[in-house]
C-alpha cells in the first residue's frame, strides 16, 4: 500500500535516510533531524513532500519516496525531483518500488507535470537495473554539479 506520508512518519522516514546513506557510504553525510524534516515536509511552507510503502500485513513503513517539484523552462510547467527512494533490503522484491514510482507518475500525469527525474549513484546497479525495468534512461549529456558547505558559504558570502 502506498500513501501520503503523515507527520507520525517522520521518524521512520529518517530512520530510512540513514539506512539509505550506510548503503550509500554516506552515512557519515547525514545531518538531517525529526525538526528538519517535519518542517520540510508539514511545516507552514512545506517545501518537498513524501509517500510512505506499507507491509500489507503489519502496515510497517518498509519504503519511502521523497520528492519535490521542479520547473522546466522549455516545457512550462512542473515537473517531479525524486531525491530519495528507498525500500528496507527484507521488503525489497515485494513491488513497492515499483509502486512508488508508479504514484508519482500517477502525480505526474494527474496535475500535467510532463517530467519525474532523479539521480542514481553509477555503481548503484540494481537500482540502474530497476529503474530502466521502468522506461527510464539515463541523461548522459548532463552532468550534475553542486555546490555545499564551505563552497557554497564562500559564494553566498561574495558582496556585489
Known amino acids: 500500500m502506498i500513501r501520503t506520508a503523515t507527520p507520525e512518519d517522520v521518524p521512520a522516514v529518517l530512520a530510512m535516510i540513514h539506512e539509505l546513506a550506510d548503503y550509500e557510504k554516506a552515512l557519515h553525510e547525514v545531518r538531517a533531524t525529526e525538526q528538519d524534516l517535519h518542517t520540510a515536509l508539514f511545516g507552514e511552507n512545506p517545501a ?3 509517500h510512505i510503502a506499507e507491509d500489507a500485513a503489519s502496515g510497517e513503513a ?7 517539484l521542479t520547473f522546466s523552462t522549455w516545457r512550462g510547467v512542473h515537473g517531479i525531483y ?13 513491488g513497492h518500488g515499483k509502486a512508488l514510482m508508479t504514484e508519482l507518475a500517477r502525480i505526474c500525469t494527474r496535475r500535467g507535470y510532463q517530467r519525474l527525474e532523479w539521480s542514481v549513484l553509477n555503481w548503484n546497479e ?4 530497476f529503474y530502466e525495468s ?4 539515463p541523461q548522459s549529456e548532463w552532468s550534475v554539479y553542486r555546490l555545499t558547505d564551505e563552497a557554497l558559504g564562500r559564494l553566498g558570502a561574495l558582496v556585489q
Do not use: K, M, N
Not at 518498509?62 to 519535490?68: D, T
Not at 525524486?82 to 515485494?94: I, M, S, T, W
Open 82 to 94: 525524486l531525491e530519495d527512494l528507498y525500500v528496507r533490503p527484507e521488503a525489497r522484491g515485494g
Open 134 to 137: 521502468l522506461g527510464a534512461r
Open 126 to 129: 540494481p537500482s540502474i537495473a
Open 62 to 68: 518498509v519504503g519511502f519516496a521523497l520528492w519535490f
Open 48 to 50: 518537498a513532500y513524501a
